[in-house]
Nanobody
Framework: QVQLVESGGGLAQPGGSLRLSCVAS????????MGWYRQTPEKQRELVAT???????NYSNPVKGRFAVSRDNAKKTIYLQMNDVTPEDTAVYYC???????????WGQGTQVIVSS
């Protein structure tokens, strides 16, 4: 059974930092591209950051320069370091695991991030 379990969400003050984690099980983690997405009630789910099996990263413009995605294949975990957060970063953050060449995609259940003073 495939599971992606996010953690690390919570309340942060503007300008603060959070570190999200996503632990995978039931998949050969090292051969999956991984990503972080976020969603609010007002918006569709949107890309935050991705990291490939070769550790190539990509970021959406709103988070570029503030967020950093990384992976630890030994721990089957990806991370999202969120720095200098703003209220606009408030959302439910989801991780996913993808093998686009096979049309495979898995999602976690999400972790809530709230940025507020």
């Amino acid at each position: 059974q495939v599971q992606l379990v996010e953690s690390g969400g919570g309340l942060a003050q503007p300008g603060g930092s959070l570190r999200l984690s996503c632990v995978a099980s039931g998949i050969a983690f090292r051969v999956f591209d991984m990503g972080w997405y976020r969603q609010t009630p007002e918006k569709q789910r949107e890309l935050v950051a991705t990291i490939t099996t070769s550790n190539l990263t990509n970021y959406s413009n709103p988070v570029k320069g503030r967020f950093a995605v990384s992976r630890d294949n030994a721990k089957k975990t990806i991370y999202l370091q969120m720095n200098d957060v703003t209220p606009e970063d408030t959302a439910v953050y989801y991780c996913n695991a993808r093998q686009p060449q096979y049309g495979i995609i898995y999602w976690g259940q999400g972790t809530q991030v709230i940025v507020s003073s």
